[in-house]
């Protein structure tokens, strides 16, 4: 009866080492708070989880407190075996309780690094359908987002949608499409083409090689981008001025991607609508992606 009440049974029986690691191990969902929790898992077993581990931190507890007492022929109290003492662990009980709570509501505020999957191939081979990401969600004027970073943002034209793309222009930046070539401020980036191709391959298994080339900008960010399509309708664009407090960005799968250049969908992306900052793939369908940079 007494490890009903937040542990004293081991306190009873004379194990207040094991007392005060169960009343400890309420914090582990502090842990499950923090942890990012992958898109793919329903938040209600992700509830059911945390409960479900309290249940067997229980049942564990209340099996060992059984098995100790049957193992044991006879036992002299000890100094704590009072009933004031067992009160004690109770209003203990309850005060690490309110406080795992509290920390709980603290932590779920003020949470900044949130997982998030990529559904689509607009930023292959940076990214790729199916990868799972960390991003830090602090905000634009916490991330300073700067030519070459990737970043994820409100759509413009519906602020539900997040999107991820690059930065590549900034405020009173001009930005022109010739020929695939990127033009910044009337210079053309450096565009080289990579030794090798990258493969790509469709959900009915078939493969296709599609031409790399590794751009970079002025400011040193280098990433590498592919052409689907040698001049394709996004290949050769007007010339594009970025207002004031917006950026332009664009896909790294320059042909499959609905970026800025497209001023209907996406167009300037306002400050505030950049709110995040990707980190590293922590799940991937390719295993070997696990752990890759985002942001070099």
């Known amino acids: 009866m007494l490890h009903w009440f937040l542990g004293a049974g081991y306190l009873y029986i004379g194990q207040p080492r094991r007392y005060f690691l169960y009343i400890s191990l309420p914090f582990l969902t502090i842990f499950f708070t923090l942890l990012p929790r992958p898109e793919f898992i329903d938040p209600r077993l992700y509830i059911g989880a945390v409960i479900a581990l309290l249940l067997c931190i229980y049942i564990v507890s209340s099996i060992d407190i059984f098995m100790t007492c049957a193992r044991r022929k006879e036992y002299h109290l000890k ?5 004031w003492i067992y009160l004690g662990s109770y209003l203990c009980g309850i005060v690490i309780y309110s406080f795992n709570l509290s920390l709980l509501h603290i932590f779920d505020q003020q949470r900044q690094i949130r ?7 607009n930023n292959i081979p ?9 991003a830090d969600s602090c905000g634009f004027d916490c991330i300073k987002p700067q030519r070459g970073d990737m970043v994820i943002l409100k759509l413009p034209t519906n602020e539900s949608i997040d999107y991820i793309e690059r930065i590549v222009g900034l405020p009173g930046d001009t930005i022109q499409l010739t020929n695939g070539v990127v033009y910044l401020n009337g210079e053309a980036l450096p565009k080289l083409r990579a030794p090798e191709d990258y493969f790509q391959v469709d959900d009915f298994g078939n493969a296709e090689k599609i031409a790399q080339f590794k751009e970079t900008l002025p400011n040193g960010p280098e990433y590498t981008v592919l052409d689907l399509t040698p001049n394709g309708p996004l290949d050769n664009t007007p010339e594009y001025y970025v207002p004031e407090g917006h950026y332009f960005v664009m896909g790294d799968n320059r042909d499959n991607s ?7 969908q996406i167009g300037y992306v306002p400050a505030k609508n950049i709110y995040a900052k ?3 793939i922590y799940w991937s369908n390719d295993l070997s992606r696990i ?4 942001n070099q």
């Open 278 to 280: 990707p980190l590293f």
């Open 291 to 294: 752990g890759k940079r985002v």
């Open 258 to 264: 609905a970026d800025s250049r497209i001023l209907s």
């Open 126 to 134: 940076t990214l790729t359908r199916g990868d799972y990401i960390l």
């Open 115 to 121: 997982p998030y999957f990529i559904p689509s191939g």
């Open 79 to 83: 100094r704590y075996n009072k009933w």
